[in-house]
């Protein structure tokens, strides 16, 4: 607010709200994730019982434990890491050429191939042909059923159009023209530089997206020392779940053994969510300016 202008009465009545939605937004927001950090290194029965409902109570690192110390984690990090950067290298080479073709005036046909790949975001060949394909190409249990059936996204090359169409000038191409530069220099030498913030929101997203995916991996992959970290942790909370499961008539002492491993099995759940999540929490706050950037560059056109 400016220094000496009063505030009407209806003015404090609206920043009120405002104070009291956001706060309310960021509880909603933040309550799980703190539930879920508290949750996996607290007390199981605690937890189960309903005692621990925001801070950690009976702090035990037992869920942590259990699952560093599986050596397939370790295996699938480096795997999603490695899905990951290639992954986002490809999505990048595919996407940003794509997108500049498009955004250029002089491009015949540009139109046509724009429609062309507009109607592949509402229409798909399925599951099962995309499967078949990715089979005839000898893709089947290799990186590269991973990577390349998902090497773009159609709204991120309109994205990234957007911003080649907005925020590189015409003059710029016309001058590299007459002084003798290839479209393919241009792109290279003068169009990459003056690109660095699609470029790195592009990255973003393609990135968290890489990281995340665990179909792709549980469609085509054979090998479980193949897979990637989300499907790692899948596998692991599967079987802890069905080991914490038993039924028919049993003694006391295998009742207790049995609750037990279902209580281990949940704290080994909260430790699996956490795991998988930190690094990309963590990279997250300091690419948001990257990020909030990206969302204004789809919005300013078309």
């Known amino acids: 607010m400016l220094s000496g202008v009063r505030e009407s009465r209806r003015d404090k009545l609206f920043l009120a709200f405002n104070y009291f939605y956001v706060f309310f937004a960021f509880a909603i927001v933040a309550y799980p994730i703190i539930y879920i950090l508290s949750a996996s290194i607290s007390d199981p029965k605690l937890v189960g019982s309903g005692e621990m409902w925001l801070l950690p109570k009976g702090i035990t690192f037992e869920g942590y434990i259990r699952v560093f110390e ?53 229409f798909s060949g399925g599951l099962v042909p995309t499967y078949l394909l990715v089979k005839e190409l000898g893709m089947i249990n290799t990186m590269w059923a991973i990577v390349i059936p998902s090497a773009a996204s159609i709204w991120n090359i309109i994205v990234s159009r957007t911003f080649f169409q907005s925020s590189i000038p015409k003059e710029l191409q016309e001058a590299a023209q007459i002084d003798g530069c290839t479209n393919l220099r241009l792109f290279i030498k003068i169009i990459l530089p003056l690109s660095m913030p699609i470029i790195a929101v592009m990255a973003l997203f393609y990135g968290v997206g890489n ?72 990279i997250y706050p300091f690419l948001q300016r990257y990020f909030v950037q990206g969302v204004m560059i789809g919005s300013v056109k078309g």
């Open 70 to 122: 599986n050596s397939s984690i370790w295996l699938g990090y480096w795997n999603t890491i490695v899905y990951t950067v290639v992954g986002t290298a490809i999505n990048l080479f595919v996407t940003l050429p794509a997108a500049y073709a498009l955004s250029r005036k002089d491009f015949v046909g540009r139109n046509f191939f724009m429609a062309m790949f507009m109607v592949t975001m509402f």
């Open 211 to 282: 990281w995340n995916n665990y179909f792709s991996a549980l469609i085509y992959l054979n090998d479980a020392d193949k897979y990637p970290l989300q499907l790692v942790l899948r596998q692991i909370l599967v079987l802890q779940e069905m080991s914490a499961q038993g039924g028919g008539a049993m003694d006391s002492s295998t009742a207790a053994a049995l609750n037990n491993k279902a209580e281990i099995a949940a704290l080994v759940k909260y430790a699996v969510i956490i795991v998988a999540t930190v690094p990309i929490i963590a």
